[in-house]
């Protein structure tokens, strides 16, 4: 995230309305602009194809087909892309730009395999048991696929701070989806759930080409080291697990209640609760801003303050150490309070918005008596994630770990929990888990601020570690001459001859 304080600080350094909304935009484009592509092509294609007029099975079929594709390509991408982004960032720093190449050959294998793994099992389900037209599983699968190819080519490119280029390649692809959305089903004749499906699929996967164009266009060299990429995984290995659990607490919830009398199935593949699933894109769609408010205030505020005590750390006074770190805690204290209060009077002007319109544009009932309590948990996850960024920034990746597990178990017990009370507290276990995941890492922080010092001065080791026959710790040997004198001399036979004419001078007490 590092380089968009800098466009932000030059924007708000004016203090006034209009470079306040500015930068609020800037942070929305560099942040949540490619989701909102996403979601009004997806609109937009439903309405100018009368969406509404398909029948009730295949107008499900393919909402259950999109579902499906935007969940598990997060969940399969999660766990490899946190490391694959520490070493790219490593790599850089040191100026090694040739050592990007094979970071992404590994990670471009790693994620296909990972993501195939589950998905032609699946479509071979899908396709046999479920009874689906191959040509109609395979252009999902497809689709899947270029969707993982798009989440992962965003990380190089967000790591390069091209966050503009992002949102301008997910522009020219929807454009291009929806576009051929509109041929294939008035001059081609195609219907309209498989036109709009195969049209999403050659979206992203434009989307996928152009962002890989542009990687190989900024790192065009291969240095060929590819035993260094998984030697992070190794050393890495709780980047893994962290981003996995993270990302999949985002989900456990919906996967409880998928399990419920509630859970609609398809043919006989996919499952899904529609009026939780709809609660919880209302309720993330709530809290989305925290994002948004998060990364700027953090780049124009808390980054500094940290860049300010790792320079003290590598060559100030140790009052100045101890100051910066003062500086910076109280900093990062007051981004967290900061983040509450905006994000909550945020989140309560968008849930007046949905509970006075969203109920005369059909979406009433069950969906938005499960909404608030869902709201409200991902308000305090997003608060959460906060805390995960600020736990990475000291590399407290223990820290960040316990957070994650703790996040994700509590909320997939507390969802088992839920699912036997009223309506109103389906939203219980997303929110419970979301408090407990808050409460570690707060709790993490904190005990990161007390033992700072260790952490930063006693890390490490004098002698670099390698794999070998152990040397012996022996330096030299001493004998015993005369016990009534008290001394020791060392042997005779051991010394050089010019060590054997200063040999009375030679004497240990």
Avoid at 98 to 107: A, K, L, Q
Avoid at 256 to 263: E, K, L, Y
Avoid at 331 to 351: A, C, K
């Amino acid at each position: 995230m590092a380089g968009i304080g800098v466009k932000l600080n030059k924007i708000y350094k004016k203090n006034t309305v209009t470079t306040d909304i500015i930068g609020f935009f800037y942070s929305t484009v560099v942040t949540i602009a490619p989701i909102l592509v996403v979601i009004i092509n997806l609109v937009l294609m439903q309405y100018v194809l009368k969406f509404n007029t398909v029948g009730y099975f295949d107008r499900e079929l393919f909402s259950c087909t999109v579902l499906y594709i935007f969940i598990f390509s997060l969940l399969t991408t999660s766990p490899f892309n946190a490391v694959l982004s520490r070493y790219m960032s490593d790599v850089i720093f040191e100026e090694r730009y040739e050592d990007v190449e094979p970071c992404h050959r590994v990670g471009l294998l790693t994620n296909i395999c990972f993501s195939c793994l589950f998905a032609i099992p699946f479509c071979f389900y899908e396709h046999l048991v479920g009874g689906v037209p191959i040509y109609y599983v395979f252009t999902g699968y497809c689709c899947f696929i270029s969707l993982v190819l798009v989440f992962y080519n965003m990380l190089y490119l967000s790591i390069c701070k091209e966050y503009r280029l992002i949102s301008l390649y997910f522009l020219i692809g929807m454009v291009t989806a929806f576009l051929m959305s509109l041929f294939l089903h008035y001059i081609c004749k195609v219907s309209i759930t498989y036109s709009m499906l195969l049209a999403l699929a050659a979206g992203f996967f434009l989307t996928a080409v152009l962002e890989w164009a542009k990687i190989h266009q900024f790192f065009p060299d291969n240095s060929e080291e590819y035993k260094r990429v998984f030697e992070y995984f190794r050393k890495y290995w709780q980047l893994i697990l962290i981003n996995f659990l993270y990302t999949l607490g985002l989900f456990i919830h919906n996967f409880v209640f998928w399990g419920t009398d509630m859970a609609m199935h398809l043919v006989k593949t996919f499952v899904c609760n529609q009026p939780y699933d709809m609660a919880t894109c209302l309720a993330m769609f709530t809290n989305i801003s925290a994002s948004v408010i998060f990364i700027s205030r953090v780049e124009m505020y808390f980054h500094e303050r940290y860049r300010d005590y790792a320079d003290a750390v590598f060559g100030g006074r140790g009052l100045d150490i101890r100051n910066t770190k003062k500086r910076m805690f109280r900093r990062l204290s007051s981004e967290i309070m900061t983040l509450l209060r905006l994000q909550f009077i945020v989140s309560v002007l968008i849930y007046l918005i949905f509970v006075i319109f969203l109920p005369r544009m059909g979406y009433s009932g069950l969906v938005m008596r499960i909404y608030p309590m869902v709201a409200a948990g991902y308000f305090v996850l997003f608060l959460m994630y906060a805390e995960i960024i600020f736990l990475y920034y000291f590399e407290d990746l223990n820290g960040a770990l316990l957070t994650s597990v703790c996040f994700c178990l509590t909320t997939f017990l507390a969802s088992i929990t839920a699912i036997h009370m009223s309506y109103i507290f389906y939203g219980f276990g997303v929110w419970f888990g979301s408090i407990v995941g808050f409460s570690v890492a707060y709790a993490r922080l904190r005990w990161m601020e007390k033992h700072i010092d260790e952490h930063m001065f006693c890390r490490g080791s004098i002698m670099k570690r390698a794999k070998g026959i152990k040397p012996s710790p022996k330096v030299f040997d001493l004998y015993e001459q005369d016990r009534s004198e008290g001394s020791l001399e060392i042997d005779a036979n051991k010394l050089t001859k010019k060590e054997k004419d200063d040999e009375e001078t030679v004497i240990y007490h």
